[in-house]
Structure formats: structure tokens, C-alpha cells
């Protein structure tokens, strides 16, 4: 039996369903700059199901509607200096390497009028991104966000497997080669 389990265990390894310690160093040598504030957890986490709010009040939603691909969930405040210098760098890794492996999800935490981060995407010139809310910060409370901005990568399969502390530059040549590495796990 131990046997058949360790040879389940390299198989898994094999195929990659299961991150090898030398594809998480490798990507934390590809964290530069701001990037390396970038911290991968040693365990994937488990992530908070609470709902948030879409944009246009037009219902609510869990995060489980991105399982199956890389989500880069950025929780954010319209009042928060920080959070608005890297919305437009959030916005062109969107546009760069957003599609069905990867996606940058933006949530408004807190006080955030709809009309005011309307009034910013549009004066920043955002278009991409969407303007979700977290109200109550009820899915921020259970995620452990506690500052902003703060920045979650989660798997395919809904886990956390990183975070980022403060703002960062998502345009970065760091930031993109960490985001492709992961997106090419996805690929067969």
C-alpha cells in the first residue's frame, strides 16, 4: 500500500498537479522589485466564500465562479492613494494576459460609492476591470485583509498560493513572467 501511495505521489509530481518545491523557487526567482513582496505560501490556503457585491448592484457572487483559472484578486478603496497608482498598471496585465487561464478580479472593500468608482476608472482610463464591492468587507474580514491594498493570487482550483502587501508594479516585466509561469501550469 505505501507503495502504490508513494507512486501516486511522484505521478502526481510528474504531471504537475501537485507545485514541486523547485517550481515554487523558481517562481520566487523571478520576483524583482516590487515583486518581492510578493510571498508564496508554502501550502496552497483555503479562501473565504463570502459574497460580494457586482457591479451595477446587479447581484451578488462568490469567488468559486473563477475556479478553474488563475485569479489575481485585488481588494482595493477608491480613497486609498496606493490602491489608485497601481489600478492602471492592474488593468494592463488584464489586458496583456487576461483570458480563460487568468484574470485580475478587482473588489472595492468597504465605503466605495458605485458613482465614485465609476468617476475613477473612467478618469484613469480603465475599461477591463471590473467594478465588484465588498460593502460590509465581509470577504475581506474572512480573507484576512486588513490594510489595503492587498493582493491574492489563488489556483485554478480556489486556493490562495500568494500575497502582496501594499501596491506593486503588475506592469512589470516581474510581475508578468510570474504571471505567464503560472498560466503555462495550466497548459497540457
Not at 524583482?32 to 501550502?43: A, E, I
Not at 457591479?55 to 451578488?60: C, L, P, Y
Not at 504571471?179 to 497548459?187: A, D, N, P, Y
Request: with cysteine; net charge neutral; glycine share 6%.
Amino acid at each position: 500500500m505505501k507503495k502504490i501511495f508513494t507512486m501516486a505521489v511522484y505521478l502526481a509530481l510528474a504531471l504537475g498537479a501537485i507545485p514541486s518545491h523547485s517550481e515554487t523557487t523558481s517562481l520566487e526567482e523571478l520576483r524583482t522589485g516590487d515583486m518581492k513582496k510578493l510571498v508564496f505560501h508554502s501550502k496552497p490556503k483555503n479562501i473565504a466564500n463570502a459574497a460580494y457585491q457586482l457591479a451595477d448592484n446587479a447581484g451578488t457572487e462568490t469567488l468559486e465562479k473563477y475556479e478553474g483559472k488563475y485569479i489575481l484578486l485585488n481588494f482595493w478603496a477608491t480613497w486609498c492613494a496606493p490602491c489608485r497608482k497601481e489600478m492602471p498598471m492592474l488593468s494592463d496585465l488584464q489586458s496583456e494576459l487576461g483570458g480563460s487561464d487568468f484574470e485580475v478580479v478587482t473588489i472595492a472593500t468597504g465605503r466605495n460609492s458605485p458613482e465614485g468608482i465609476k468617476k475613477f476608472f473612467s478618469r484613469a482610463n480603465i475599461t477591463n476591470l471590473p467594478h465588484h464591492q465588498d460593502l460590509k468587507q465581509k470577504l475581506a474580514s474572512e480573507m484576512g485583509v486588513f490594510g489595503l491594498p492587498i493582493t491574492v493570487i489563488i489556483d485554478p482550483e480556489g486556493q490562495e498560493i500568494a500575497r502582496l502587501r501594499g501596491d506593486a508594479d503588475w506592469s512589470s516585466e516581474s510581475a508578468k513572467a510570474i504571471i505567464e509561469s503560472l498560466i503555462k501550469r495550466t497548459k497540457p
